[in-house]
Structures are given as structure tokens and as C-alpha cells.
């Protein structure tokens, strides 16, 4: 069963247009166990009605075999047009369903931009 999870912040009509092609994208790739998407732009000096930065977690049969490295090649590789037309920073955990059960289903926080506010 694929469960996915938005963050809804401002300027929901940009966001969820940059939410959906993320999403399209991944569920195409990987048909993932699990999926969350979170804007994290309001974390960083861009703001709440930026679309720059986003976490996913990705939870996908496909990383089983591949090193942490080589999962994250595969999504940038994914999104590189996305990140050549205002995506400035993906935030990725990525995950085999095995290594999703060992951790709980959890992930780490986010920090704040050291920037923020500056």
C-alpha cells in the first residue's frame, strides 16, 4: 500500500504544481512503498512562498541493491531540469522497504538554514 504525505505551506497553486511533477516523477521511478513530500523553502532565507527547497522520503524497492551514493545520482538525475529552473535544494532519504522497518518508518528533522533571517 503507497502512502503519501504532503506539507502544504503558501502559494499552494505554484506548490502543488512543483509537488505534482515531483510526485509523477517518483511514482513513475521507483513505485515507491512510501512517499513524502515536504516544502522546506520556509526553513531557509528564500521564505514560506518560495518553492526552493523540498525533503522527500522515499521508501522503494529500487535502492535495495544500490549504495547511498548511486540513490541519490538516480534522483538528481530525475529532477535535473526541475533543479536548472528553480529548485535550489532536495533534501533526500531514501530507503529499501527493509531498511524503512529497521528505522521505525522515521526519519531525521530538518534543521534550519544557518542563514535564516540574515
Known amino acids: 500500500m503507497l502512502y503519501i504525505k504532503y506539507q502544504i505551506v503558501k502559494n499552494k497553486d505554484k506548490l502543488m504544481s512543483i509537488q505534482k511533477v515531483l510526485e509523477k516523477k517518483l511514482l513513475q521511478e521507483f513505485s515507491p512503498h512510501f512517499l513524502q513530500i515536504e516544502n522546506e523553502s520556509y526553513m531557509h532565507s528564500s521564505g514560506r512562498g518560495a518553492n526552493s527547497h523540498f525533503k522527500l522520503v522515499v521508501v522503494s524497492n529500487r535502492f535495495s541493491s544500490l549504495t547511498k551514493v548511486a540513490r541519490h545520482r538516480l534522483v538528481y538525475s530525475l529532477f535535473?531540469?526541475?533543479?536548472?529552473?528553480?529548485?535550489?535544494?532536495?533534501a533526500l532519504h531514501l530507503y529499501s522497504p527493509e531498511e524503512w522497518e529497521?528505522?521505525?518508518?522515521?526519519?531525521?528533522?530538518?534543521?534550519?538554514?544557518?542563514?535564516?533571517?540574515?
Open 102 to 118: 529497521k528505522l521505525g518508518k522515521v526519519f531525521p528533522k530538518s534543521p534550519n538554514c544557518s542563514g535564516i533571517g540574515q
Open 80 to 90: 535535473s531540469s526541475e533543479l536548472q529552473q528553480g529548485i535550489h535544494a532536495l
